[in-house]
């Protein structure tokens, strides 16, 4: 395990615990099968487990793996993770053209 980057360790183990999503790893240049990888070391080196209903959880060693990263990397704790979501953001417009709102509710007529 020791030539996996610690970011990526913490990255798996915060989507795991937040039942988030490996968007971020993929975003980062990793494929499935990597993060499938990933995955079965973590849960091999006892960071993760399955319980009985056959649901990824984060084992004891998990959580102070996070809880270290964290404090080692001045990661403040109620910080969370807001993923970036492209289709909520416009392209940004040529600077010959002009953006009318389709409807302004806050000018009076």
């Known amino acids: 395990m020791e030539n996996i980057p610690q970011k990526t360790i913490y990255t798996l183990l915060k989507i795991v ?5 490996v968007v971020r790893l993929i975003d980062q240049g990793y494929t499935y099968a990597q993060i499938n990888n990933l995955l079965n070391t973590l849960i091999d080196e006892n960071y993760l487990y ?11 060693s998990g959580k102070k ?3 270290e990263y964290e404090k080692e990397h001045h990661i403040k704790v109620y910080a969370k993770y807001i993923e970036h979501k492209s289709e909520y953001w416009a392209d940004p417009i040529d600077q010959f053209q002009i953006y009318i709102p389709k409807k302004t509710t806050h000018f009076k007529q």
Do not use: C, R, V
């Open 50 to 60: 399955y319980d009985n209903q056959y649901i990824l959880k984060l084992a004891l």
């Open 65 to 67: 793996f996070i809880e």
């Open 17 to 21: 615990f937040q039942n988030g999503n």
